[in-house]
């Protein structure tokens, strides 16, 4: 399988950490979307959408869009709860975070990152956003060691991946204690570095 | 079970349509949003996102997020394929519908149908983004007759839902010719009148 990605975009660390974790063998293609890696027209006829990550697979079919990718990359493993009612919750946390966390807490570090802006340019709604994001997790989180439950999930890939570098996007991870310990479980499962 | 819902909210009809087309029983329990109804404190227990859809299934348990929801209530039906790679491509159109097509197609007419603005008050990065996304349907419904091949699925539920309603938003149909032959199908297979 190769898997086309920017290694700096939680969205494709999403795939990498499956991958590795779940030992699928794949060839990484580091895209740069700064550059217009993703429109080239070669790319283009393996996402219309023109987005990474994508993965190819070895019979040449393509997939995108990073939460469909690893739900299906990990079907059957231990990180889908085989329970249908925990399953829709993991995909609850999952859209959740394509709607109203990864528009907000990745695009302020997006901004910073990738655009090179100061946090005081941000637009105040996105920052605003980004906080309340980070406040629901905060506050589901002391309840309950993984988003969903006592056991690791894709849900925590997914929210993780943005979350644990909102820092570089000027959101406070300091005022998150919560969000802090989850993190550093969730650093440990997937065999990850501390990120701050 | 019981679904909570306002049922000018596309989000909301996905779960009616889904439940209708499955025969499965539910009632109906209309959540005036606009009037804060999803942000109250017995609401807020069913659902701490404060949002709607939620559905209260009969032992008590709720689930969130319109794409999730309908994912559980039709497992195994012939809403969802059976083909991993098929459902994964399912599930790329429900989280593209997410984070791409649903933040500016459905926000357009919520500005216009809640809010009461003119169409030209909207913010104008909105409407290209909306305009984008019914580009891309567009291209891809020219080449298939619903979204993942022939065979209808949950990926078409969650992307009629704002698309049919979207000239309420101010965005022009009559530009989509493909887009409106696929809404009237989508309308025939959920037995819905036209929505325009």
């Given at each position: 399988m190769k898997s086309y990605g920017d290694s700096n975009s939680g969205n494709c660390l999403k795939v990498k950490w499956v991958c590795d974790r779940l030992a699928l063998p794949y060839s990484w293609i580091e895209i740069d979307t700064l550059k217009g890696g993703s429109r080239t027209p070669e790319f283009l006829k393996l996402n219309g959408w023109g987005q990474v990550p994508t993965v190819e697979l070895d019979d040449g079919r393509t997939l995108a869009q990073s939460n469909a990718i690893i739900r299906y990359l990990a079907r059957?493993?231990?990180?889908?709860?085989?329970?249908p009612y925990r399953a829709a919750q993991m995909d609850a946390w999952m859209f959740w975070e394509q709607n109203t966390h990864e528009p907000y807490v990745a695009v302020c570090r997006f901004h910073i990152?990738?655009?090179?802006?100061?946090?005081?340019?941000?637009d105040p709604n996105l920052v605003k956003r980004g906080y309340a994001a980070l406040d629901h997790l905060e506050r589901h989180l002391a309840g309950t060691r993984f988003l969903v439950g006592e056991a690791f999930s894709l849900a925590d890939v997914s929210l993780v991946a943005y979350t644990r570098v909102a820092h570089e996007g000027?959101?406070?991870?300091?005022?998150y204690p919560v969000i802090r310990r989850w993190i550093a479980d969730v650093e440990r499962v997937l065999g990850l570095p501390p990120a701050r």
């Open positions: 059957g493993s231990d990180l889908v709860p085989v329970d990152v990738y655009l090179g802006k100061a946090v005081a340019e941000l000027g959101l406070d991870l300091d005022r």
